[in-house]
Structures are given as C-alpha cells and as structure tokens.
C-alpha cells in the first residue's frame, strides 16, 4: 500500500522520507488528529484502518478535549475508555476565594 500522502508540515521536526509508517505508527496518528487537516485524517484511516487509529488514541497519553470528542464521536467509542480521559495531565484546579 502507497504511504499516505499527509500534509508536509506535520513533519516539521523530521524528514518525511525517513518516516517508519508502522514503527511508528501510534505516533503519527496522534500528530495527525491533533494538528492535522480532515484530508489527513482520511488518508491516515485509508492507510492504517479504523482499529489502528482507535487503538492509538485510546492509548495515547495527552490529546485535546476537541481531539478526544472527534474521535469519540467518529469512532463511537466512550470518552471514559481513553487513557488520556482517565489519567489528565493537569487537572483542573479548584480555585477557593
């Protein structure tokens, strides 16, 4: 299968040539969903498929509230099954005036 043909910016720390599509895989996906465009993102579910995708955003240790709805909503999964719902980073403080 072709390598999927995401937006060159993404890759501003690395050389796209140089991408391990599948060693790398987990971290790729989450680049794409939190600073890629909705082309991306369908060249990325072309090529990886609807479970990688699922797998690697379930397990991925910070995305975006507006990450994580998206692909809650697309993929219906629960909000409640992802690790970076059940484990954030930086809680919200409680604030007492």
């Given amino acids: 299968m ?4 995401i937006s060159h910016y993404l890759f501003w720390d690395t050389d796209v040539n140089t991408v391990d ?3 790398h895989a987990n ?8 600073r890629g465009t909705l082309e991306d993102f ?9 479970e990688k995708i699922i797998e690697a955003s379930v397990n991925a240790r910070s995305l975006s509230k507006k ?7 697309i993929f219906q999964v629960p909000i409640t099954k992802f ?4 484990k954030t980073q930086f ?3 409680q604030w007492m005036y």
Avoid: H, M
């Fill in 42 to 50: 369908r060249e990325i579910r072309r090529y990886y498929g609807d």
């Fill in 83 to 86: 690790r970076c719902y059940k």
């Fill in 2 to 5: 072709d390598k999927p043909n």
């Fill in 91 to 93: 809680p919200e403080l």
């Fill in 67 to 73: 990450t994580l709805s998206f692909v809650s909503s």
């Fill in 21 to 23: 599509w599948q060693l």
């Fill in 27 to 34: 971290a790729l996906i989450t680049r794409v969903l939190e």
